[in-house]
């Protein structure tokens, strides 16, 4: 089994990339936050591997605590990987902490794949277990202030131009920080790009 892969970014599609480790080229499957946070040049993802019988999927994380709500996410009946990274990519592991912790199904309902009745069960189901589980350090947009009004616009405005969503919601978070909560929404946009144009 694979655990971890170390060599060159080649190329990053829609929901996966494939790396370059010493001439073999792996495809591996990752969420947005993780292809948003890949540097240039050498990266190590960890990966979790999957065997079935007519595929050997690799998936990829660029942080431990990405893997570990993975392997948990995937234990709630309904979740595959693919509604797995769906979540991730829609919550860090901080703000999904926050919403299972807080019950907040319309959070875990953000994520592609995820309706009422499997956010219920993935709400039930993890209840006892998100206390102990790892968060990334802080969120982006915390789950109790998760971008709404301008913030929320903005970060569609941002999405929209091509920008990955967590590339955006980082900046937008410091945006709404040094402006404050009220800013509005052509102040957060120009911000944004200001700071993703770097």
């Not at 990752?30 to 079935?52: F, H, K, M, N, Y």
Request: hydrophobic residues 45%.
């Amino acid at each position: 089994m694979i655990a971890r892969l170390r060599g060159i970014v080649d190329s990053i599609e829609d929901g996966r990339c494939v790396m370059d480790v010493n001439g073999v080229g792996y495809l591996v499957f990752c969420s947005s936050r993780t292809l948003g946070a890949l540097p240039d040049g050498l990266v190590t993802l960890l990966i979790e591997t999957q065997v079935r019988e007519d595929a050997i999927s690799l998936y990829g994380f660029y942080t431990s605590a990405e893997r570990e709500w993975f392997r948990l996410l995937t234990t709630v009946q309904g979740v595959g990987a693919k509604v797995a990274l769906g979540i991730l990519s829609a919550l860090s592991p901080d703000q999904l902490i926050g919403a299972i912790s807080g019950q907040d199904k319309g959070a875990l309902t953000r994520a592609p794949g995820v309706g009422p009745k499997l956010a219920v069960r993935i709400l039930t189901e993890l209840q006892s277990k998100a206390g102990v589980m790892p968060g990334g350090g802080a969120a982006a947009f915390p789950v109790a202030m998760a971008p709404k009004g301008a913030a929320a616009d903005a970060l569609s405005a941002l999405t929209n131009l091509g920008y990955r969503r967590a590339e955006a919601e980082t900046v937008l978070a410091k945006a709404v920080a040094e402006h404050g909560e009220d800013a509005a929404l052509d102040i957060l946009i120009r911000a944004g790009l200001k700071a993703l144009a770097k």
